[in-house]
Each structure stands twice: as structure tokens, then as C-alpha cells.
């Protein structure tokens, strides 16, 4: 192995080492809870504002509207969240966590977002610009890129 290849190679094992990590949190809160990890952060977000829309789910968890549509139809249909009219407009669905939802929550390890989300929001905005310089020319130089995974939670890809 030349010098050339000893970068690459110890990037590519921090990769497996985040990936790991990642994989090993979301097993444990499916173990824990009996849900996925996008759903815990669902139930985590519901729990901390009462009557928020899809829209506003999304923007929150960093995911397209319809995958958060979707995820929602999984967990309401598990009894954990409920869909609500709006009291002022009825054309406005709230969402709320329910009482079942709550005790889902309880026994979640957390961090309820997930791990790599929550590093990330603890790293500073200037180690992020730099992450994201650097994640920004990985993705340049590879091939058949599916930018669609960006508006999706980690544990549904």
C-alpha cells in the first residue's frame, strides 16, 4: 500500500466507524421500544409541541413531506400518534403523541433524534462548514449519487 492510499483508507474506516455506530444505536432503540428510530424521533418532536402540522414535521426532522406523511401513517397506525382537525380551521390536521406514544418514549435510549443527528447539532458551525465542504467533494466524486436519501431518516435507508 503506497502513502497515496493510507488517507483514503482511514477515512473509509471512520465512515464504517460513524456507519457502526449509527446501525448499533438504531437496533437498540428498536430493541428498547419495539419501534424505529425515525419513529422515536417523531414521537420526541410530537412530544415537544403539541398540535404540529406534517409540514412543520418535516422541516423539524429534516425530511421530505411525504416521507414524513408516511412515516406518520406507520405510527398512528400503530396507535402511538393521533391526527387531530384544527379547533380554528378545520382543513388544518395537528398532530399529537399519544398516551401509548409517550410510553414508547420513555423507554427509547436517546438520543431520541438519533446519533448522528444530535453530534451534529453539538459540533460548532465552523467544524460543520468544514464537514460539509468535505462530505460536499466526496459525494462530487462519486457515481450514481441518489440525492433523494437526503429526505430520508437514517434508519428508513
Not at 402511538?80 to 390536521?93: A, G, H
Request: charged share 25%; hydrophobic share 45%.
Amino acid at each position: 500500500m503506497n502513502n497515496d492510499t493510507v488517507p483514503a483508507a482511514e477515512a473509509l474506516k471512520k465512515f464504517r466507524i460513524i456507519f457502526a455506530a449509527v446501525r448499533q444505536h438504531f437496533r437498540a432503540v428498536e430493541k428498547a421500544c419495539g419501534v424505529s428510530g425515525a419513529q422515536v424521533w417523531v414521537l420526541a418532536a410530537l412530544a415537544g409541541q403539541s398540535g404540529m402540522r406534517v409540514t412543520e414535521l418535516a422541516r423539524q426532522l429534516s425530511i421530505h413531506q411525504s416521507t414524513a406523511s408516511n412515516l406518520l401513517h406507520k405510527t398512528e397506525k400503530a396507535g402511538l400518534v393521533k391526527r387531530t382537525r384544527s379547533q380554528k380551521d378545520q382543513r388544518v390536521v395537528e398532530l399529537d403523541i399519544t398516551d401509548a406514544g409517550r410510553a414508547v418514549l420513555d423507554k427509547a435510549p436517546k438520543p431520541y433524534t438519533g446519533l448522528l443527528p444530535h453530534t451534529l447539532n453539538e459540533m460548532s458551525e465552523a467544524d460543520l462548514a468544514g464537514l460539509n465542504d468535505s462530505l460536499n467533494k466526496v459525494i462530487g466524486h462519486m457515481i450514481h449519487v441518489d440525492v433523494t436519501a437526503a429526505e430520508q431518516p437514517l434508519s428508513e435507508l
